[in-house]
C-alpha cells in the first residue's frame, strides 16, 4: 500500500519558516518525482515545487526563492524549506510522487496534505 505522510504544517506569522515533511511507503522512492503542491480555499490546487528522481528541481514562478524542495532517498523524504512566509503561502500543502512504470502506466500518487497557516 502506498502511503505520503505529510509533517511539518502549522501557524506562523508573517516573516517566519516552516519546514514540511512528506515520508512515502510502499514505493521505490529513488524512481519517483516528489512534488509539493498547495491549494488555497476557493482556488485551484497549483504546484509549488518538484524534484526529479536526479534531483533536478523546478519551482513556481512566484515562489521568487523563497521556497526549496530536497530529497533524502535513504529516508524516503522530501522536504519543502519555506522561508519568508506570507499570507498568500496559507493553503493546504499536498506532497505528490509521480513515476512512469516499465509497464508504460503513469503512477501518481497524493498525500492528505498539511495545513499552513501564515497570520500574525
Known amino acids: 500500500q502506498v502511503r505520503l505522510v505529510e509533517s511539518g504544517g502549522g501557524l506562523v506569522q508573517p516573516g517566519g519558516s516552516l519546514r514540511l515533511s512528506c515520508a512515502a511507503s510502499?514505493?521505490?522512492?529513488?524512481?519517483?518525482?516528489m512534488g509539493w503542491y498547495r491549494q488555497a480555499p476557493g482556488k485551484q490546487r497549483e504546484l509549488v515545487a518538484r524534484?526529479?528522481?536526479?534531483?533536478?528541481?523546478t519551482y513556481s514562478n512566484s515562489l521568487k526563492g523563497r521556497f526549496t524542495i530536497s530529497r533524502d532517498n535513504a529516508k524516503n523524504t522530501v522536504y519543502l524549506q519555506m522561508n519568508s512566509l506570507i499570507p498568500e503561502d496559507t493553503a493546504l500543502y499536498y506532497c505528490?510522487?509521480?513515476?512512469?512504470?516499465?509497464?508504460?502506466?503513469?503512477?501518481?500518487?497524493w498525500g492528505q496534505g498539511t495545513q499552513v497557516t501564515v497570520s500574525s
Open positions: 524534484i526529479t528522481s536526479d534531483g533536478r528541481t
Open positions: 510502499g514505493i521505490t522512492f529513488a524512481i519517483y518525482a
Open positions: 505528490n510522487a509521480d513515476a512512469w512504470g516499465r509497464d508504460g502506466l503513469r503512477y501518481d500518487y
